[in-house]
């Protein structure tokens, strides 16, 4: 439960935050948990900020922008209930500050869901007193008074006024409790679900400043950081002396690390007048590493050990720890009347984004720091330098930037740290770049696995039983890479009445981390496509197999809106196999295949048609995806995400994986690591199931059903099931 | 070192010192402070940095400085006209609202901007064709293939 803080600020208050002589309407809404409202109660925090003045009206967009849009979406929400004409509004980015700001993080599809209902009820606080102020004016009752494009209208005699001619009057009022507005009904929305262009879309276009790497400041230098290809390796010494002397170098120095490989690895800094010249140092620098705690990471043979645990024990699907049990699974397979068993692999991925890490530091007097990183974190990257620099929170100020690509990358603020470790050896304002082969093996990867699957069918075709066996991934025996670990109750298992899910867990040493729908992206392939096999085994129509499965609406675990709703779900496979045309004639060689996934509290059903030829190419002709997260903001950008979901998963189902060798990384850049390129995509169809349940995030629950809808449509194309990610493993490609 | 004389969107600029083998996006990137050309690869491999030399799109990554003192450079900063009007294709980039994180979008831009010089009316293949240089991590190539389409019938108005 939450409630609503919604602060009015005074005119000194206004002067102070604004800049503006004018005066004028300033708003803050926080939200405040009541489980921590005692301790919250003294402070406040606004989550959302709207100013307006007889400028007009400013939104501040306070949560950071890795290509998702939520610069955009997330101002349109606060704008619908405010009842502004989007023309008249103008979006700020607001500054890093968790008390003035709340939480701003871009990851696990939150932000959407986060700022929901707090821009709701701050747009709905300032319309009614933009409402008072103008009934007041005009001496008549605010109950007659309605507003639209910005405008307070007497409904009576037609009278209209501005907001920005209300903001000053507006100013002197009292704040209504929020919790007694009424919010807008879906049918009521002017701006929602609308097409909206991204508001700093020209800056892209036109090449202006726009993100870290853009970045530049007085007396800047630039600077390289290179670290062990062996993750974890240490300098025992280098040539920094012949390295110093070079033209255009300013300093090299070594650095210890922290210990902790997602902030500071050991390394050596080299730092120059440009990046070319810091590129030359580095060509020169020969370093002895000791690598005797570095990690020897090796997929091939690990997969190799995962594949042999995934037969042992006679049954293959017992691992070493229990995730959960329930029903008699013993007894379901004994009495099946058929069983069907297979084991899925997926590689390691690179999340990729274009722009490789940099950040500019500069250190401040008395110790501090004030840098520019591309964070999807931006707090957690002041708190982690503040901690790696031993200084207080405050001596760091974080920049907010927008990000050249995000996709969980940047949950991690090591380029961050390093930063600022050589700004302050340095004492200089420095820009720090990687290169691309420094991010593709400096990465906080997507962990790579193995499920063994076993599933049993009872006399009627349906799933009575369910054996799961994931192998994955621990650098300590202890705590599962981030990623990596299999929920208990992941996707369709709740719906099965036997289930065993168990897991083994082989060492790994190299950081992993969140990938876009994390874990999600991972384990759908499997999951998903093992579903086809069981309902290819038992005879059945998938799209009636998964919905018999899903039997009547309910919410799994009950009564939690945050959970899968069998109901929604069955509703997008429904709306997905309408729009594809499930079921229709199609030649031979060509096919549909199907897919569910639910994350980030969102429900995907995608339906690929695929053709295969004799050489295993595969042709995507259509992706059909219908969605159910709630009501869509701004539809332009969900269409986007969807749009880039299945392109992105296409591009990672095809031919991307990380070949880990003796701990080294083969896949150094583009050349080894294939990203998708223009041509041949499909045509992509996308059906948003619009309702009132609140609003999921749509940046990664698009991607998961990708790879196994494909994999299933070829499959039925060709009678050929691909059991490992990626494809080219198994001689496919798209 | 060499002293460099470049001729950047319309513009005589001097260099100094300049490496034989610098390659322009670092001088365009840090010496001209011209940030719009953007580093991804270093390879030639994803088009991030792709600016014009004489209307011909190029990776600015993997052409040294001094191999461009003879030509006109264009980067991104210089597609627009003086008056701030837009070039056709930033303008159907904007219309398409192309970019996610639009890192890449600057060489998009650039790559489509020169197809457009010699071929005013592309087919998908030779938009495939010509396109094929620069990637876009967040999967935009669906409206990126609309845009240029658009763009290309703007200019043929226009003709």
Known sequence: ?734 | MSKLELNVNGQQQTVEDVPADMPLLWVLRDRLGLTGTRFGCGLAQCGACTVHLDGNPVRSCSVPASAATEVRITTIEGLAAADGTLHAVQQAWLEYDVAQCGYCQSGQIMSATALLARNAKPSDAEIDAAMAGNICRCGTYVRIRKAIHAAAAVLRARA
């Open chain 1, 1 to 734: 439960m939450s409630h609503y803080h919604i602060q009015k600020y005074d005119r000194r208050r206004f002067l102070q935050l604004s800049g503006l002589a004018g005066g004028g309407l300033l708003l803050g809404v926080s939200v405040v948990d009541t489980e921590t409202a005692h301790a919250a109660a003294s402070t406040f925090a606004p989550s959302a900020f709207l100013q307006i003045s007889r400028d007009g009206i400013l939104i501040y967009a306070t949560q950071p922008e890795i290509g998702q849009g939520v610069r955009t979406s997330i101002p349109m929400i606060l704008a619908e209930e405010l009842d502004a004409a989007w023309k008249d509004v103008e979006v700020k980015v607001a500054g890093i500050d968790a008390k003035r700001y709340g939480v701003q993080t871009a990851g696990g599809s939150t932000a959407t869901p986060r700022s929901w209902n707090p821009m709701r009820r701050a747009g709905a606080v300032a319309r009614a007193m933009l409402i008072e102020a103008a009934a007041r004016n005009w001496n008549v009752a605010s109950t007659d008074c309605s507003t639209r494009d910005s405008e307070v209208i007497h409904v009576a005699s037609g009278r209209r006024v501005h907001y920005r001619d209300l903001a000053e009057t507006a100013a002197t009022l009292p704040v209504p409790d929020a919790e007694t507005l009424r919010l807008k009904s879906r049918a009521e929305y002017r701006l929602l679900n609308t097409r909206v262009r991204a508001t700093d879309g020209r800056d892209l276009v036109t090449g202006r400043p726009t993100y870290a790497s853009d970045v530049r400041i007085p007396g800047m230098l630039y600077a390289m950081y290179v670290k062990c290809p062996r993750i974890g390796g240490k300098v025992r010494s280098a040539n920094l002396d012949d390295v110093r002397r070079l033209p255009g170098v300013v300093d090299a120095f070594a650095l210890e690390g922290n210990g902790d490989l997602t902030e500071l690895k050991p390394g050596i800094a080299l730092i120059a007048r440009d990046t070319w010249s810091a590129l030359g140092a580095r060509r020169a620098l020969r370093i002895e590493w000791d690598e005797s705690s570095a990690a020897s990471d090796d997929w091939p043979s690990t997969l190799a050990k995962a594949r042999e645990l995934a037969q042992a024990g006679g049954d293959g699907a017992s691992g070493n720890d229990l995730i959960a049990e329930r029903g008699d699974v013993a007894a379901a397979f004994a009495s099946a009347k058929k069983t069907v068993r297979a084991s899925y692999s997926y590689a390691f991925l690179s999340h990729a984004q274009l722009e490789p890490q940099n950040c500019v530091a500069r250190p401040l007097e008395g110790g501090g720091m004030e840098l520019w990183p591309p964070s999807q974190t931006p707090q957690r990257a002041q708190t982690t330098v503040a901690k790696l620099l031993g200084v207080a929170e405050g001596n760091v100020t974080i920049h907010p930037q927008r990000l050249g690509g995000g996709f969980g990358r940047r949950l991690n603020n090591d380029v961050a740290c390093e930063a600022a470790a050589i700004a302050a050896r340095a004492q200089a304002p420095i820009k720090l770049q990687w290169l691309r082969e420094d991010d593709m093996t400096n990465d906080v990867v997507r962990a790579g696995g193995l499920m063994a699957l076993q599933g049993a069918l009872d006399d009627g075709g349906r799933l009575s039983g369910w054996r799961n066996h994931q192998i994955t991934f621990s650098p300590d025996g202890k705590r599962i890479v981030s990623g990596g670990a299999l929920r208990a109750e992941e996707d369709f298992a709740p719906l099965i009445p036997a289930v065993r899910v168990t897991r083994s867990v082989l060492p790994w040493i190299s950081p992993c981390g969140f990938w876009r729908a994390p874990g999600s992206s991972a384990f759908a392939f499997p999951l998903q496509s093992f579903l086809h096999e069981l309902s290819v085994a038992a005879g059945r129509d998938h799209l009636e197999f998964l919905l018999d499965l899903l039997g009547e609406p309910r919410w799994l675990p009950p009564a939690n809106a945050g959970a899968l709703n069998t109901g929604r779900a069955a509703g997008v496979l429904r709306l997905a196999a309408e729009k594809s045309g499930w079921g229709k004639r199609l030649p031979k060689g060509r096919a549909l295949g199907m897919a569910f996934y639910f994350s980030h509290t969102a429900h995907v059903a995608e339906v690929a048609e695929v053709s295969v030829d004799a050489a295993k190419h595969i042709t995507v002709h259509a992706v059909t995806v219908a969605v159910d997260v709630g009501p869509i903001v701004n539809l332009n950008g969900a269409e986007a995400q969807c749009q880039g979901s299945v392109i992105d998963g296409l591009s990672a189902m095809a031919a991307q994986q990380l070949t880990y060798r003796g701990g080294v990384i083969d896949e150094k850049n583009f050349d080894r690591y294939a990203l998708r390129r223009i041509g041949k995509e499909p045509r992509i169809d996308i059906h948003f199931l619009q309702s009132d349940f609140p609003p999921s995030g749509l940046g990664e629950p698009v991607l998961p059903p990708v790879a196994p809808a494909v994999c299933n449509a070829v499959y039925s194309a060709c009678g050929q099931r691909i059991r490992s990610l990626p494809i080219s493993a198994e001689g496919f490609s798209i």
